[in-house]
């Protein structure tokens, strides 16, 4: 598997958690971020509900909460 670097902001405490958990378990930090990314993609991927169609739901509240503030302000 060829690797590629990413960067992103973690909050202080999950920071914190992660070097406990590094030490406790001696898997080097990187590897339980990747681990753990793994596991979203497998659980995300096996939801009977797909990303797109959120995604879809997520447009058209946003849609009609604007439609919603219109009608309410005329």
Known sequence: MSTVQY???LAS?????LRKISEKTHIPQAV???Q???????TLSK???SLDFL???KKR???DTGLLKRLAST
């Open 55 to 57: 995604s879809l739901v």
């Open 32 to 34: 339980l971020v990747r």
């Open 61 to 63: 509240v946003k849609e």
């Open 47 to 49: 939801k009977s509900v």
């Open 13 to 17: 405490d999950q920071v914190e958690a």
């Open 7 to 9: 960067s992103t902001k």
């Open 36 to 42: 753990a990314i793994e596991i979203l993609i497998e």
